[in-house]
Each structure stands twice: as C-alpha cells, then as structure tokens.
C-alpha cells in the first residue's frame, strides 16, 4: 500500500504519525512510504532519518495527499486539508467527531474511509490508543506540580520529596485510572506523601496492592475530599465518566478550605474538568491563580513533551497500521473487531453511533460496508 505522512499544521501540534522506524517496519512489509518535508523535526526526527528507514520525502502537503493511500495523521484533518482529501482515501488519525459537525460533514462529502484512534477498542473495552496520551498526562501532571509549587512560580513554596528531616509535600490524586496511576507512581516516586481516591472499591484494593508504602488509598466521597484537600500541597484531577462530562469533584467553595499555594493540575479539563473553578489554558499560558490557589489546566498535555508523545503514540499505533496496509481497510477490519471499533465515516455515511447521535444523521451498520468489494 502507499502510505502517506503530512506535516501536522494545528496550531502547536509538533507529534508526527510515523517515526523512521515505524518507516521501516512498513517498508519491511513491501509498503511505499511518502513523508512530508519536516513533518517530523517538531519530534526531534529530522528528513534525513526518514530517508535513511526507506520513505520518500515529499516537499508539499498536497503530494502527500494526492499519492496515498492511506494518509496517517496525529490530529484530525483542518479546514485547508479537506479538499486534498480524495474518495476512498483511508485516513488513520484521532478524529473526534462527536465535537465537530462540520469536520464529520466535510468527511462524508469528501466520501474518505475514516478510522479513528480514539474509537479503536479491545474487548475488554479499553481504548489502546487513547491510553499512551494519558500516561504521558499522568505522568506530566506530577512534573508541573512540582514546578508550579515553587515560590517564583505562586506555589506554596514546598519540595515535593521533602529533605531529610523535613517532612515532604501531600500530593492528592482524585481518580486510580491510567492518569491517575501514572501521577501517583511520579509523586510517590520523587518521595511525596500520595493519597490517591477512586469510587471503585476493586480498582483501590489493586492499586493498594501495586502502589509503594507512600501512597494511601482513600474511597472517593465529597466528605473524605472535603477532609483532604485541607493538607494537600499539590491536588491533580484525574476523573473519568467515560461518555460523560466530569464530575465538579471540588466546588468553588472548597478552595477557601485550602492553604495559599496549593496547585491544582486538572488532567480531566478536556471533559469538563472536574474542578469547578478549572477552565482550559495553553502551554503559552498554563496557569491561573483563584483564591490564591494555582489552577493549571492545560487541555493538551502531551503536547508539551513530542519526542515522548510521539513514541508512545506510535508504538501503539503502528501494529494496526500494519494490519490496515497490510489487508486494506476492509479486511483488516473483518479480521480485527478492535479495529473495526474504529470506523467512524465510511464513503460518505456514519457508522459509529457516537457521531450519527450527535448530530441526528443516519447511522448505517458497518457489516454492510464491510461485505462489499474492497476499494482500498
Ligand atoms: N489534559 C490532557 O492533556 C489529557 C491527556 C490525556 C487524558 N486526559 C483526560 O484525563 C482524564 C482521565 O483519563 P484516564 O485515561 O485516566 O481515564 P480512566 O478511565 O483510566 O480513569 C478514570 C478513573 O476515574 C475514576 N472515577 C470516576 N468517578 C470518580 C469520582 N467521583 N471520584 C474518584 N474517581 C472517580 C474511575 O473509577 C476511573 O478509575 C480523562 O478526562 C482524559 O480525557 C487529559
């Protein structure tokens, strides 16, 4: 199959698809691979090593566009790319659809196959593709608060790991899912005090069980938050209702319960937040201060850190590449539910229910599409 590999042109968007050696596994596998000039320095991969693992380079978005096959993508496709999109083209990118009528309009005009990271679901209905972001969120979450409890910075002034002598910071993690894990593992890492809170009983007693001595497990309720936020240094938002917007875990009122300095790192910002007072900021611009409390809620995360991001994205993302070069998009899918969970528009109709609710369009069951005759 002929792949192709534009530049990201969002705003701040510096992850690319493809890595050199994610050139080379396709290339193994007898694939052609087009990469677009400078798509992937933003991650520290310069041309040279693309051409190196056997792609192309392609001075324009629109050669990249016009030779594929298959386009791979990190963020969904701008309003400038919708026409260098071609009927039939399979595109394999996040999409999230549901937040955009005229991107899923545009993508049943352009009649394009589009397979989404974020639908792409094991059976077990995790989201394979959604979870390296929220590592790296986690991860990140722990690393900012740091930053942001220094003195200069607004914070209280405090070392997350204490000294010897000194008693270390109180990181409170509300939410034990990926995010969640990954924060409290970074801060009881650097010595903090953690206490992470979930509503699942099941999901506390395993993290109990895996989570070094300093950190505790507490059940999430409003009283045992109300208790907590008292001592915490450090407060990292961590929720997910998956479908729904997030729950307001911490009111505007509960900030006065709360001493100067403290930050708050509200990961869950992109489904609402669930701290009432959070609302989304920038890397230009990532905090501001209510109340004397530092609110950082940064909705791109990862976007920060592209050398890390993009690793941890494509080492997810490229067995299923794999797979889609390797049958076309049509087989693959018959051959794999976790892909097939994935498509979203299909030549010109929504075969994810998510997205025909969202907008009152008709949903058509993906079998239908996939008994036809193969078109990429
Ligand atoms: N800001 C960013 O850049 C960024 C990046 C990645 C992920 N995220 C967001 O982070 C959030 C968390 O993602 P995740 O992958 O960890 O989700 P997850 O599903 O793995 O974990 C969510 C956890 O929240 C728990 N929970 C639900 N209600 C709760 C409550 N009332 N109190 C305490 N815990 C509760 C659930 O039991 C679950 O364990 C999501 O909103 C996700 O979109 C943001």
């Known amino acids: 199959m002929i792949i192709g590999v534009p530049k990201e042109i969002k705003n701040n968007e510096n992850r690319v698809a493809l890595t050199p050696a994610g050139v080379s596994e396709l290339r193994k596998h007898g694939h052609t691979v087009y990469v677009q000039a400078t798509a992937g320095e933003g991650s520290g991969f310069p041309d040279e090593e693309y051409v190196a693992a056997g792609a192309t380079m392609l001075p324009t978005i629109e050669e990249v566009y016009g030779i594929a096959e298959m ?75 740091a930053k ?57 007693r395993y993290l109990s069980d895996i989570m070094p001595e300093n950190v505790d497990t507490i059940m999430s309720n409003e009283y045992n938050i109300r208790e907590e936020i008292k001592h915490a240094d450090l407060i990292i938002g961590a929720v997910l209702i998956p479908g729904a917007k997030a729950p307001h875990l911490i009111t505007r009122d509960m900030l006065k319960l709360m001493r100067p300095g403290t930050v708050l790192v509200d990961v869950a910002v992109d489904q609402g937040g669930c701290i009432e ?3 989304p900021t920038t890397h230009e611009n990532p905090t501001f201060i209510i109340d004397d409390v530092v609110h ?81």
């Open 71 to 145: 386009i791979m993508k990190v963020k969904e496709p701008i309003a400038v790319e919708y026409d260098l999109i071609r009927e039939n083209q399979l595109l394999f990118t996040y999409f999230h659809f549901a937040s955009s009528e005229e991107l899923t309009r545009a993508m049943i005009a352009k009649g394009a196959v589009c397979l989404a990271y974020e639908t792409v679901e094991k059976s077990d209905r995790s989201l394979p593709l959604l979870v390296p972001m929220s590592e790296v969120a986690g991860r990140m979450a722990v690393q900012e608060g």
């Open 148 to 204: 942001y409890l220094e003195k200069p910075l607004k914070g209280r002034g405090i070392l997350l790991g204490g000294v010897p002598g000194v008693k270390p910071a109180r990181v409170l993690v509300l939410g034990g899912g990926i995010v969640g894990t990954q924060a409290a593992k970074m801060a009881a890492g650097l010595g903090a005090h953690v206490i992470l809170m979930d509503i699942s009983l099941a999901r506390l």
């Open 277 to 279: 007072t959070c609302s």
């Open 296 to 376: 950082y809620c940064v909705a791109n995360m990862p976007g920060a850190v592209p050398y890390t991001s993009t690793l941890a994205l494509t080492n997810a993302t490229l067995p299923y590449a794999l797979q889609l070069a390797n049958k076309g998009w049509q087989q693959a899918c018959r051959d794999n539910a976790e892909l097939k969970a994935g498509l979203n528009v299909v030549e010109g109709k929504v075969v994810y229910k998510g997205v025909a609710d969202a907008f009152s369009l008709p949903l058509v069951p993906v079998a239908e599409l996939l008994e036809q005759e193969e078109t990429v």
